[in-house]
């Protein structure tokens, strides 16, 4: 479903400034598959993801979603192949739109709109039914603005926004980051029940390795730009969050690091 093959990014190419982001990394995702991404911070992750996503365009390389090169297919123009949650709440959803019209704006992801939302009685009744899977009591609240919920809500929201059209690729960029511990948990729940209802080939990129270790079908430990930990799913189910540090400390050769040195 997702194919990524030997991506290079480089910023600040000829300065002092230079920056190597992704050294060559190669990555298939089958259809369904659910992966996480972890390491520290300048290991490539977000760069992945803005890749994948279009946000940036690679140095080298080809990404190819469901059989067709989107390498140099701008992030509006791969609208009907990805849906995204992003770490801050506030992005994903119009603030100034209600929740009704925010859904209506997802449901139409990579469709010719006409002049109006034409909400019909059908559509929403369905985004009633969909809503109440969030068990937030939003599927009483359309008419809301969703500048007016809490991060949870709209991150909840986001979430049901970027599967709504049942994208061919989901990427989580950290999407529950920002959250408390109790809605970071719900929306991680929210997030495996989604992935599962709807069948969703996933890349999720987080810091939290017991969230890497407990969601997805597969994870991935990134450091200076390469894949250094490929674990498939029953490999992964005897894996603690001690044998990704070691695994890490091994590979950067550090003493005594900690869950907070690799995560920041």
Do not use: C
């Amino acid at each position: 479903m997702l194919e990524i093959s030997d991506v290079t990014k480089t910023f600040f190419g000829g300065t002092v400034n230079e920056r190597t982001a992704l050294a060559g990394v190669s990555l298939t995702l089958a259809p369904g598959e659910f992966v996480t991404v972890i390491g520290s911070n300048g290991a490539g992750k977000s760069t992945l993801l803005n890749i994948v996503a279009g946000k940036l365009r690679p140095d080298g390389g080809s990404v190819t979603i469901a059989g067709k090169d989107v390498t140099r297919l701008a992030d509006h123009q791969r609208a009907a192949y990805i849906g995204r949650v992003f770490q801050d709440p506030m992005a994903g959803t119009a603030p100034q739109m209600t929740i009704e019209e925010n859904l209506a704006m997802a449901d139409g992801r990579g469709r010719a709109r006409g002049l109006r939302w034409g909400v019909t009685k059908a559509r929403r009744e369905r985004f009633v039914a969909e809503l109440a899977t969030l068990e937030l009591g939003l599927e009483d609240r359309l008419g809301a603005k969703v500048g007016m919920l809490s991060g949870g809500q709209r991150q909840a929201l986001s979430l049901l926004m970027a599967t709504f059209s049942e994208p061919k690729i989901l990427l989580l960029d950290e999407h529950t980051a920002a959250l408390d511990p109790q809605r970071a948990a719900l929306v991680s729940r929210l997030t495996a029940e989604a992935v599962h209802r709807h069948h969703l080939t996933t890349l999720m990129v987080t810091h939290n390795m017991e969230q890497a270790l407990r969601l997805g079908t597969r994870l991935l430990m990134m450091h200076e730009g390469r894949v250094i930990l490929d674990l498939d799913a029953e490999t992964k189910s005897r894996t603690s969050v001690a044998d990704l540090l070691h695994e890490f400390e091994k590979i950067k050769g550090g003493a005594g690091l900690d869950d907070r040195t690799l995560l920041q």
